[in-house]
């Protein structure tokens, strides 16, 4: 008995698939870095695997993504030894202390 499904439903079903599975490599959303009230950089989209430095140390962040940030005062995202690093949840923002110092980069969060 013949399938009663159109090959263009099923053509449009894969490619659905193929592009949703292409989107996990990849944060859907935005972080915003600023330094005091100026813009230094907005990410759309950012890769999350790895480290991201930002161009010059920032003082506050947005996390507009669906994922979990952890910043650095590194630019390899490594934490000194007596430092620190601060995890930003989904939506959150966060201003540096200023006993910490700029942030220099990111990562993403193990889910």
Known sequence: MPSSRSPAALIGIALLGIALTACQDQASGQVVARSGARLVETLSNPPIHGCHRFPEGVTHVENQTQSNLVLYNTADCTVPPGGQSNYLDIGQSDQVAR???????FSFAPE
């Open 99 to 105: 006993v910490t110092g700029p942030w220099h980069s």
